[in-house]
C-alpha cells in the first residue's frame, strides 16, 4: 500500500470518528431539550444604538469618505488668513466654535500652529 493510500485511509477514517461523536452530541443536545422542556435558545433582541454613537458612526464614514480631517482644514484657513479667532474659524469651516476652540489648543501645544497676539497663524 503506497503512502498516500495509508493518509487516505487515516483521514477517513478520522471523518468517520467525528461524525460518530456529531451524531453523540446531537442526540445529548435532543435528549436535554426534551427534558428541559425548552426548543433552540431565542435571540435576544439587540439593544438599539444611541443616538451618540450614530452620530460617530457618521462622522468615521464622513472622514473615511475623502473628506479632509479638521485638523488639515484648520491649517489651510489659516494659511489663508492669519490671525484668525475660532470663532472665525467655526464660521468659515462650518464647524462648532467650541469644537474649533480645542482643537486649536490642542494643534498649538502640538506645534502645528502658532498662537498669536489675536488669534492663531499657520506655521
Not at 16 to 37: A, C, P, V, Y
Not at 48 to 77: C, F, H, K, L, M
Amino acid at each position: 500500500m503506497s503512502r498516500m493510500q495509508q493518509v487516505i485511509e487515516t483521514l477517513e477514517a478520522e471523518r468517520q470518528d467525528l461524525k460518530d461523536r456529531l451524531s453523540w452530541i446531537e442526540g445529548q443536545i435532543k435528549s436535554f431539550r426534551e427534558h428541559n422542556g425548552s426548543s433552540a435558545p431565542q435571540p435576544s433582541a439587540r439593544p438599539r444604538r444611541s443616538s451618540r454613537s450614530r452620530r460617530a458612526r457618521s462622522r468615521s464614514a464622513a472622514s473615511r469618505n475623502g473628506q479632509p480631517a479638521t485638523a488639515e482644514r484648520i491649517v489651510d484657513y489659516l494659511g489663508k488668513h492669519p490671525n484668525s479667532t475660532a470663532s472665525d474659524l467655526a464660521t468659515g469651516l462650518g464647524l462648532k466654535r467650541n469644537s474649533v476652540s480645542t482643537k486649536l489648543t490642542q494643534m498649538a501645544k502640538q506645534g502645528k500652529i502658532k498662537k498669536a497676539e489675536r488669534g492663531y497663524t499657520a506655521k
